[in-house]
């Protein structure tokens, strides 16, 4: 077993071996432009990249002709919104969304409010979930997009996107998700759930970084976009630039490799979870899950250790790549926006770990981090003067505070 | 973020961890920072009241690695100081020591605050009786 120990699998993924090998040959002798259409170069390229696009097509339940190849999630989500934005301006103004949405999402809404858009960020329930029900009472006349997020990359909790879809569908009103976290983890299928826009991205799905994609769908309803990237017409015009062809053949493998292994390595994943979060739970008192106990991505735990700063914590667990939603690192002080947005309170916030088990995780790492873990968060506790208060008996919300 | 030897060193190996009784005369105690914002401090000393010495000093903290180094170390600091010594630490003292980078400079002020807290609730002990006396 090698240290530190990868459970940071919400954050980024080790590209699969089998993805770097398909890759390889297109950096080298198949250096081909795929829109360079006089001779074999470009054909072979062309080709790898059409390829590329079933193969990821076919993971979503969708066809390739609905497949725009860009940098990643964070234009996927930028394309989508923008790009419906603009393209539906004569028809409505308003878009709905919610408050755990990742930034990729959220901080395009708010460009476009500062242009005259009007954008309702719907509050989300303990678990992290938007209903249908609050997405039809949010809606007027003049909405024209729906964007929630398919499952959140902190608290991993997944939210009812089959129902939302349906809502959209029968109000007519398009409907976007980021499913960054979801695809290649849990079944995402389009039609059966009424997508019109989808983000995902390779890198969280053991592809390489800097390739996602865009699913845009084609007919019931044709979604246009108005591209945000000008110039040679690639990507049926809603996204120019030469393609980054190794990376799309990498996306298209991963894709493949996740479309064929999902099931037999959800349940691995859901079992390394499992025992993790058992192993930890069952000898750390006051420790709390945040997200949804149950309804949630089968490699992702999010947990709150009471009394323990969660940075002050991964100093002593250092052998565990992990991730907190203390901000004690940036100069804000603020805890993480999603937890606060779940109600959790910012004491518990700033106590919280994200574990993200992956495809390359083993029991043996499960079971040193959960040792690891517990004998840290006991050692940091009896360090803890919130700890000491809490056994005396004292009341943690009754004291008056030094804020500073 | 890379942490100094010397932070990890006094997280690894945290100097006088623990509590006096808060109720002792010659203790003084202080508490600062809040949950909510990510960081606690609890430091203690233990004065001895005919030289004004501080004989011994202990802390808790909640909070990031800086935070409970600074505190570790203003603990070290603390002892064998008279309490005039002690009111002169400054947090920069211990921005040096540690090598805090700038995102952790607060946590050296919570330490400076802590001690300065700590001194305070001692020096208000020791003046209650003493106004009992010139009451009567």
Redesign the interface.
């Known amino acids: 077993m090698k240290l530190p120990i990868y459970l940071d699998n919400n954050s980024t993924t080790r590209t699969d071996p089998r993805v770097v090998e398909a890759i390889l040959p297109w950096f080298t002798e198949k250096f081909g432009n795929a829109a360079s259409r006089n001779h074999p170069f470009g054909w072979e390229a062309e080709e790898a990249v059409e390829k590329a696009r079933e193969q990821v097509a076919a993971l979503i339940g969708a066809s390739g002709r609905e497949i725009i190849f860009t940098s990643g999630a964070t234009e996927s989500n930028n394309l989508a919104i923008k790009g419906v934005a603009a393209m539906y301006k004569k028809k409505g103004n308003h878009i709905i969304t919610a408050a755990i949405e990742h930034k990729a999402v959220l901080d395009p809404c708010k460009r476009l409010e500062k242009e005259g858009y009007s954008v309702t960020v719907l509050p989300v329930d303990k678990f992290g979930r938007v209903t249908a029900e609050q997405i039809r009472e949010a809606i007027t006349d003049k909405t024209i997009l729906v964007s929630i997020m398919f499952a959140n990359n902190e608290i991993g909790t997944i939210n009812p996107i089959a129902e939302i879809g349906k809502l959209c569908k029968e109000k007519g009103i398009l409907f976007h998700t980021d499913a960054v976290q979801a695809v290649g983890k849990i079944p995402v299928d389009v039609e059966a759930m009424g997508i019109d826009l989808l983000s995902m991205t390779a890198h969280k799905m053991y592809g390489p970084k800097g390739i996602g994609a865009l699913y845009v769908r084609k007919k019931d309803p044709r979604v246009r976009l108005e591209p945000m990237i000008d110039g040679g017409g690639h990507e049926r015009g809603m996204r120019s630039g030469t393609l980054p062809v190794p990376l799309i053949v990498g996306h298209g493998e991963a894709c493949e490799i996740a479309r064929l292994e999902m099931a037999e390595e959800s349940k691995k994943t859901f079992a390394l979870r499992e025992s993790l979060r058992k192993q930890i739970m069952d000898n750390l008192p006051e420790t709390f899950i945040n997200g949804h106990p149950e309804n949630r991505l089968p490699g992702n735990i999010n947990l709150s250790f009471a009394?323990?700063?969660g940075?002050?914590l991964m100093?002593?667990i250092k052998d565990l790549a992990v991730s907190s939603g203390?901000?004690?690192?940036?100069?804000s002080?603020e805890?993480s926006y999603v937890l606060r947005a779940l109600g959790v309170?910012?004491?518990l916030a700033?106590s919280s770990i994200r574990f993200g088990l992956g495809r390359f995780n083993t029991q043996e790492e499960v079971d040193y981090a959960a040792k690891l873990v517990v004998s840290e968060v006991s050692r940091l506790r009896?360090?803890?003067?919130?700890?000491?208060m809490a056994l005396a008996g004292i009341d943690?919300k009754s004291v008056q505070?030094?804020?500073? | 973020?890379p942490?100094s030897d010397a932070i990890?060193e006094h997280?690894n190996n945290?100097r006088n961890?623990g509590?006096f009784s808060q109720t002792e005369l010659n203790v003084g105690t202080g508490?600062?920072?809040?949950?909510?914002?990510?960081?606690?401090?609890?430091l203690q000393i233990l004065v001895n009241p005919f030289t004004g010495v501080i004989e011994d000093a202990k802390f808790?903290?909640?909070?990031?690695?800086s935070?409970?180094a600074s505190s570790s170390l203003a603990t070290e600091w603390l002892k064998g100081k008279t309490i005039d010594e002690a009111m002169a630490i400054r947090n920069t003292q211990i921005v040096e020591e540690l090598a805090l980078p700038p995102?952790k400079v607060?946590c050296s002020?919570?330490a400076e605050?802590a001690i300065k807290?700590a001194i305070l609730n001692y020096q208000e002990k020791q003046a209650v009786p003493a106004e009992l006396v010139a009451a009567h």
């Open positions: 009394y323990v700063e940075e002050g100093m002593g203390s901000a004690c690192t940036s100069a002080l805890p309170g910012d004491e700033h009896e360090m803890s003067p919130l700890y000491e943690l505070w030094a804020h500073h | 973020m942490y990890l997280y945290p961890v509590s508490l600062v920072g809040a949950p909510e914002c990510g960081d606690v401090m609890k808790k903290t909640f909070g990031c690695g935070a409970i995102v607060h002020v919570l605050d807290a």
